[in-house]
């Protein structure tokens, strides 16, 4: 029903709007008594042979929403009853931004892709904190596990974006079970340059220091490019042997436009952007792939990218991924996409 009636109604109006709108219905189905647990029933699927433990961190299933979604926390339980084993929030900046201007997400509909420059818009870490600690007070223990996806102002030089990586840290610590350092995102002026060993090693290595000097250190992760060369994949496991983070997030979108079958004139008419859903699952699998086999399997790689079904997720978990994500694949599947490759992955 989601894909015949609900998508091509969806798809008349503006992505962004459709977004928000989506949500605003899915916040009011769950003030209705009775409503979340009928949605979990509907869209959780559990089976022993899907639990994972990675990184110390138990999963129920291996099929998390990934970080842009649900940018600022204020929708994880809504999301949680739709069957996913992990939300990652994000990107969080310390302040809160509005981002690019707008119209700054389009579809590529023939390619089952997006492109957006949405520029971290966010409400701030603080804000953000404040939300997720709502949420652990009202779910107790049945809460789903929750990363917290952290990136710099677009007016902070790059220079002192440490300090804004560290402000996110600290903010979000006590409310998240994993933290995913975003500086590959095409979208933020520079931040790519970020990605760069020296830069990197840097914010990465004061991170894990004061990580290391909590009571109960959190996983931290870094999420990469798809458009890195081996060479530079090299110096990313080099890194995270260096400053012994806990692992990868392989891959953000990609400015390529290689390959698309959107006409050129159309994609051109829609900007800048990075590119999301299949056009880029080759691409991040072959990342996933090096990673794994260069590094020996030394640490977890969480994979994402042009995942819509299940054979979608086995490809990255036979690559290397030891956990997989959606985003894109969850807007043109629909909210039955986590059950459905979690049957899948069974099978």
């Known amino acids: ?74 929708w994880i339980a809504e999301l949680s009853s739709l069957g996913f084993g992990f939300i990652e929030i994000g990107t969080v900046t310390p302040k809160p931004q509005p981002g690019n201007d707008k119209p700054r997400l389009f ?88 990605q760069e060993k020296g830069p990197l090693t840097a914010i990465l290595g004061r ?9 109960k250190p959190k996983p931290i992760l870094l999420k990469i490019a798809p458009d890195l060369t081996n060479s530079q994949l090299d110096d990313i496991i080099e890194i995270v042997r260096e400053t012994g983070i806990a692992g990868v997030i392989a891959t953000n979108t990609t400015i390529s436009r290689e390959g698309l079958t959107t006409p050129a004139a159309a994609v051109e008419a829609m900007g800048a952007g990075g590119v999301s859903g299949k056009p880029v699952q080759v691409r991040s699998t072959e990342v996933i792939r090096y990673l794994h086999t260069k590094s020996s399997g030394a640490f977890p790689i969480i994979g994402v990218g042009g995942i819509q079904t299940a054979a979608d997720a086995r490809e990255k978990l036979d690559a290397g991924a030891s956990l997989v994500q959606v985003y894109t694949g969850f807007i043109y599947e629909g909210p039955a996409l986590a059950s459905k490759i979690c049957r899948g992955l069974i099978k």
């Open 107 to 194: 579809r590529l509909k023939a390619d089952n892709g997006l492109i957006n420059r949405m520029g971290f818009n966010n409400k701030g870490s603080g804000p953000a904190a404040g939300r997720l600690e709502h949420y652990r007070a009202a779910s107790g223990t049945s809460r789903v596990l929750i990363g917290g996806n952290i990136g710099k102002n677009k007016v902070t030089a790059n220079e002192s974006a440490l300090d804004d990586y560290l402000l996110c840290f600290r903010d979000l610590f006590n409310d998240v079970d994993y933290f995913v350092v975003n500086v590959s995102s095409p979208n933020t002026p520079g931040l790519r340059d970020l």
């Open 1 to 74: 029903m989601y894909k015949r009636i609900l998508l091509p109604i969806l798809f008349r109006f503006n992505a962004e709007s459709v977004h928000y709108f989506a949500m605003s219905v899915l916040q009011v189905a769950h003030r209705i008594p009775g409503m979340s647990g009928l949605l979990r029933r509907l869209y959780t699927y559990k089976h022993p042979s899907l639990e994972r433990t990675v990184f110390g961190l138990h999963f129920p299933n291996p099929v998390g929403l990934a970080a842009g979604f649900d940018k600022n926390g204020e």
């Open 207 to 215: 991170l894990q220091g004061e990580n290391m000097l909590k009571n």
